[in-house]
Nanobody, 126 residues
């Protein structure tokens, strides 16, 4: 059974940092791309970042480029999202997602992903 479990969310002041983790199980981690998405009530879920566990290639949305860093620890089947210089507009529920990936272009649309975690709340106060 595929499972994705996010952790690390919380309340932080603007300018602060958080590290989100996505622990994966039930599939061959090295053959997958892992993405981070976020959603606020009333808005569509948007892509934040993704990484290929096979070749380490990454993607960042323009809104987080230079502030967020995605990384993968294949030995632990875990992907991290380091979030620095947080802004109130980063407040959302953050989800990780997984899809098989074999070296093609990185999946950046939520419709490309097969498996989803339950989400973790990130709140940035001004």
């Amino acid at each position: 059974e595929v499972q994705l479990v996010e952790s690390g969310g919380g309340l932080v002041q603007a300018g602060g940092s958080l590290i989100l983790s996505c622990a994966a199980s039930g599939f061959t981690f090295d053959d997958y791309a892992i993405g981070w998405f976020r959603q606020v009530p009333g808005k569509e879920r948007e892509g934040v970042s993704c990484i290929s566990s096979s070749d380490g290639s990454t993607y960042y949305a323009d809104s987080v480029k230079g502030r967020f860093t995605i990384s993968s620890d294949n030995a632990k089947n875990t992907v991290y999202l380091q979030m620095n210089s947080l802004k109130p507009e980063d407040t959302a529920v953050y989800y990780c997602a997984a899809v098989p990936h074999y070296g093609s272009s990185l999946p950046i649309s939520l419709w490309e992903y097969d498996y989803w975690g339950q989400g973790t709340q990130v709140t940035v106060s001004s």
